[in-house]
Nanobody, 126 residues
Framework: QVQLVESGGGSVQAGRSLRLSCAAS?????MAWFRQAPGKEREGVAA????????WVDDSLKGRFTISQDNAKNTVYLQMNSLKPEDTAMYYC??????????????????????WGQGTQVTVSS
């Protein structure tokens, strides 16, 4: 099973940027970022299909968040710009072997992902 290690979290002021990294050991067809704030459910942030490279970003985050990959490093990135206090959460990387045709748009359904990282905390202060 693929192992995932996230990095890049931290504490920043509103309006600043952060880039999260998720290094994978092993193969996957889809990788995604989820986040979970205290007292809230885990929610999908962005997903990328490693073959073909199609990307998806939650509608509410489009324009601020971008997902990308470096195939040579087997790493996926989440670029977060213009951060807001409401972006404060634990951010998790997830991966699965399902292909885009199998997920049929369900790339933000957390229960479908087999592999998870330990999470990296992002805290945005006003």
């Amino acid at each position: 099973q693929v192992q995932l290690v996230e990095s890049g979290g931290g504490s920043v002021q509103a309006g600043r940027s952060l880039r999260l990294s998720c290094a994978a050991s092993g193969s996957s067809n889809v990788m995604a970022w989820f986040r979970q704030a205290p007292g809230k459910e885990r929610e999908g942030v962005a997903a990328i299909y490693t073959v073909g490279g199609s990307t998806w970003v939650d509608d509410s985050l489009k324009g601020r968040f971008t997902i990308s990959q470096d195939n040579a490093k087997n790493t996926v990135y989440l670029q977060m710009n213009s951060l807001k206090p409401e972006d404060t959460a634990m951010y998790y990387c997830a991966a699965d072997l399902r292909r885009e045709a199998e997920l049929v748009g369900r790339h933000f359904v957390a229960q479908l992902y087999k592999a998870w990282g330990q999470g990296t905390q992002v805290t945005v202060s006003s």
